[in-house]
């Protein structure tokens, strides 16, 4: 039994899954971003504590197939940026990893979630630009370099686009928050 989970998108998220599972005497046999592999089916009882817990540590079980599509394209998207694969075109890289068209994906993706798929992925480009910049160890060209855009400019113009602030600004300010990047959107 596979177990989807809504907002699961960094490795501390699958060790509270996990911590939260094993509380309920669950032990899952594999837990990955989004996932979680069950050896057996749970009671329905039981599941409903998990749906319990899970919001209380805000995640959310996924049970629709669109939904689960969602995250996919979001877990995509965020490893993507996490692992700085972005060398490719981003729609090639859906339809490769989820096998559908990218027309399809991204009218689901709008239609669900109020934003693009494009708009998506740059707000997290731009939340990644954010953490680089904090670092404090790359400049602004090689933050540029390393997620993928063309030119200092175009990460420039998007980042003050989306932050209201300049790149320098945002450095410069020690009050600047970031943000979750599951509440992105």
Known sequence: MKLFIKNMVCPRCIK???DELNKLG???SNISLGEVELVEQLPLNLLDK?????????FELIEDKSAKLIEDIKKIIILSIQENELNRNL???????LNKDYTYLSSLFSSKENITIEHFYILQKIEKAKELLKYDELTLSEIAYKLGYASVNHLSSQFKKITGMTA????????????SIDSLK
């Open 16 to 18: 509270v899954v996990k």
């Open 168 to 179: 320098t600004e945002f450095k410069k300010n020690t009050n600047s928050i970031r943000e």
């Open 26 to 28: 669950i032990y899952p």
């Open 50 to 58: 998990v749906k319990e817990v899970l919001l209380e540590n805000g």
């Open 91 to 97: 729609s090639s890289l859906l339809e490769s990893k």
